[in-house]
Nanobody, 122 residues
Framework: QVQLVESGGGMVQSGDSLRLSCAAS????????VGWFRQAPGEEREFVAA????????YYAESVKGRFTASRDNAKNTVYLQMDSLKPEDTAVYYC???????????????WGQGTQVTVSS
């Protein structure tokens, strides 16, 4: 059974940092592109970042570029999202997802975690 589990969310103040983790079981993450998405209340789920199986060239949404960094540790079957200089508009439930392909579209991703809440207060 494939399972992705996010952790590391929480409540922080504007300018603080958080590191999210996405741990996988039942699949080998090194064979997948892993994406990070987020969904704020009343909003559609949106792309945040993605990192391919090599992990050399992660790509980001413009809204987080320069503040968020995706990385992976294939030995631990885990992907990370380092979030720095957090803003109140980053408040959302954050999801990790895996795909054999790549891209920023939710439909491209086959496996999803349950999400972790990030709340940034001003």
């Amino acid at each position: 059974q494939v399972q992705l589990v996010e952790s590391g969310g929480g409540m922080v103040q504007s300018g603080d940092s958080l590191r999210l983790s996405c741990a996988a079981s039942g699949l080998t993450l090194s064979q997948y592109t892993v994406g990070w998405f987020r969904q704020a209340p009343g909003e559609e789920r949106e792309f945040v970042a993605a990192i391919d199986w090599i992990g050399i060239n992660p790509y980001y949404a413009e809204s987080v570029k320069g503040r968020f960094t995706a990385s992976r540790d294939n030995a631990k079957n885990t992907v990370y999202l380092q979030m720095d200089s957090l803003k109140p508009e980053d408040t959302a439930v954050y999801y990790c997802a895996a795909t054999r392909y790549s891209g920023s579209y939710t439909n491209s991703y086959n496996y999803w975690g349950q999400g972790t809440q990030v709340t940034v207060s001003s």
